[in-house]
Every structure is written in structure tokens, then in C-alpha cells.
């Protein structure tokens, strides 16, 4: 069973601090561009931005967060911008996860990971054993992810796990072997760099979450942009298929019962 409760069953709790932010880092090369840098000198950049960001969630008591990293469909990009990133990536787990381990953040990767080198693999796991316990933030980094590879993925571990079941299969079944089953649904969604699109991303948790976009490109946001993104979620009113009159009346009740 997956550990959260699919927003087509219940009517997740909402709460001013999303629990869960997904965010697409779009805009590193654009970035660059605009300042006659290579690309890469962008993604370089975008790094920093990932540490305020990962820094301010834990303080603002975000509990999940979960940045795209590089999609199923980056592999398309010229190879040396490819193992540029592959190379930024180890990087970060050689510089960075004893850091992320002090600060009690727990670290996933979700993705396929079987195009990663051998040395890429065994640091993935390495971080993911030594931060396992930690509990004030779990950072999921997706790499080599695609939504729909999440999707097939966990339907053929679901068909061999219980070939039985055909047919009688529910939602909750499939959520069970999705790659981020420990985490519940993105409260919130962001994605820098003005494009208005999923691009393959968490296809599947989506389906209720809060959607924003931004213009302002990765490396160049921070904390105070993040915050507007939050205030933004704040003022939405999550109906989850209810009418404004039925999120109201519930909000009155909990009000008065204190829950
Ligand atoms: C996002 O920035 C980072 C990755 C996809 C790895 P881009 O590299 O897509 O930047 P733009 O969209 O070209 O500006
Ligand atoms: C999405 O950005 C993937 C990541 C940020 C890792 P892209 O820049 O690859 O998306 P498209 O190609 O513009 O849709
Ligand atoms: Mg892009």
C-alpha cells in the first residue's frame, strides 16, 4: 500500500505550507545566454539556486521536495552538454550529501537508472543509505525520469507481483509501485523559465495539484520568488471536484472542532 492517501480517494488535508513542492528548474541555458555564457555556465548557476531553495524549504517546514533534474527526453541534447550534467550531478553527491546529511535532509532519486555510469549508480545509493533515516526534509531529485516511464514502470512490477489480480487492479494498487509511492501528491507544482507545459513530469501525482508558473529563469530564483509562488498557492481555493460552498462549510466545521 502506498503510505499516502490518492487525492481521488480522500480530500488530501491542506494546510498555508505545502507539504509536498515539485519543481521543474527550467531556464539554465537561456540564462547563459543572455550573459554570452555557454550553456553549461547555467546549469553551473542553476546549482546554487538548488541550495537556497532546498535551504529555505527546510526553514519554511516544506516536508517534501522534489526537483526535476534532467528528463527521459534530455538524453536528446548534444553529448557533451549530456555528460556535463552527468558530471554536475556526481558532483553534487560527492560535495553535497554530507551537508544534506547535517541538516537531517533525507535524499531520493527517482528515474531509470540504468543508462547512469557505474560510479553515478553507487553514489546514488551511498547518498540514499546514509541520509535513509533523516526526517526535516526529503529532497527527491529526478533523474533520467519521465512520467510515463513511472507509469509503465510500476504497472509491469504491479502485473508480476500479482498476476491474480487482472482485471480487478485499483488506482491505489499501481500507486504502490510508482517511484515516489513515499510521498504524497504535490500540494504544489512550479516551473521557472515561462514555459506553460508538464514536459513528461510526474504525470500521474499531478492530477491535483496547484499549478505555477513563472518567468523568472532557474539560476536566477531564490527564496523571495519562491515565497510569491507559496503566497500565490495560499490564495487558491482547492475544491478536489467539491463546490466553493462545500470547502467552505468543511473549513467552518474544522474550525470549530479545532482539527
Ligand atoms: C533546465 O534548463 C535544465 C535541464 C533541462 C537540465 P534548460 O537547459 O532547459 O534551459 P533552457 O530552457 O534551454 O533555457
Ligand atoms: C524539463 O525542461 C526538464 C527539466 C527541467 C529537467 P526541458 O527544458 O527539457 O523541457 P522542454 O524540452 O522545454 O519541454
Ligand atoms: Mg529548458
Known amino acids: 500500500m502506498a503510505l499516502f492517501q490518492s487525492s481521488a480517494r480522500a480530500v488530501p488535508n491542506t494546510n498555508p505550507i505545502p507539504c509536498h513542492i515539485a519543481i521543474i528548474m527550467d531556464g539554465n541555458g537561456r540564462w547563459a545566454k543572455q550573459r554570452f555564457l555557454p550553456r553549461v555556465a547555467g546549469h553551473?548557476?542553476?546549482?546554487?539556486?538548488?541550495?537556497?531553495?532546498v535551504k529555505e524549504c527546510r526553514e519554511?517546514?516544506?516536508?517534501?521536495?522534489?526537483l526535476f533534474a534532467f528528463s527521459s527526453e534530455n538524453w536528446r541534447r548534444p553529448q557533451e552538454e549530456v555528460s556535463f550534467l552527468m558530471q554536475l550531478f556526481l558532483k553534487m553527491l560527492e560535495r553535497e550529501v554530507s551537508k544534506l546529511h547535517e541538516n537531517d535532509i533525507r535524499l531520493k532519486v527517482i528515474g531509470d537508472r540504468s543508462r547512469f555510469d557505474e560510479n553515478l549508480k553507487r553514489r546514488i545509493s551511498d547518498a540514499e543509505q546514509l541520509t535513509s533515516n533523516n526526517s526535516s526534509l526529503t529532497l527527491t531529485v529526478a533523474a533520467d525520469y519521465g512520467?510515463?516511464?513511472?507509469?509503465?514502470?510500476?504497472?509491469?512490477?504491479?502485473?508480476?507481483?500479482?498476476p491474480e489480480r487482472m482485471n480487478r487492479f485499483k488506482e491505489e494498487d499501481l500507486e504502490a509501485y510508482l517511484s515516489i509511492s513515499y510521498a504524497p501528491e504535490p500540494d504544489l507544482?512550479?516551473?521557472?523559465?515561462?514555459?506553460?507545459?508538464?514536459?513528461n513530469f510526474m504525470l500521474w501525482q499531478?492530477?491535483?495539484?496547484?499549478?505555477?508558473?513563472?518567468?523568472?529563469?532557474?539560476?536566477?530564483?531564490?527564496?523571495?520568488?519562491?515565497?510569491?509562488?507559496i503566497h500565490s498557492y495560499r490564495e487558491r481555493e482547492r475544491r478536489f471536484g467539491r463546490t466553493s460552498e462545500q470547502v467552505r462549510e468543511e473549513g467552518m466545521q474544522s474550525g470549530r472542532t479545532g482539527d
Not at 507544482?189 to 514536459?199: A, L, Q, V, Y
Open 44 to 53: 553551473q548557476r542553476g546549482m546554487e539556486t538548488v541550495r537556497e531553495i
Open 60 to 66: 519554511l517546514g516544506v516536508s517534501y521536495l522534489t
Open 147 to 162: 512520467g510515463r516511464w513511472d507509469v509503465m514502470q510500476a504497472m509491469q512490477k504491479m502485473l508480476q507481483a500479482h
Open 189 to 199: 507544482f512550479i516551473r521557472t523559465g515561462g514555459e506553460k507545459r508538464i514536459s
Open 206 to 229: 499531478l492530477a491535483y495539484t496547484e499549478l505555477y508558473f513563472t518567468d523568472i529563469l532557474w539560476p536566477s530564483f531564490d527564496a523571495e520568488a519562491l515565497k510569491l509562488a
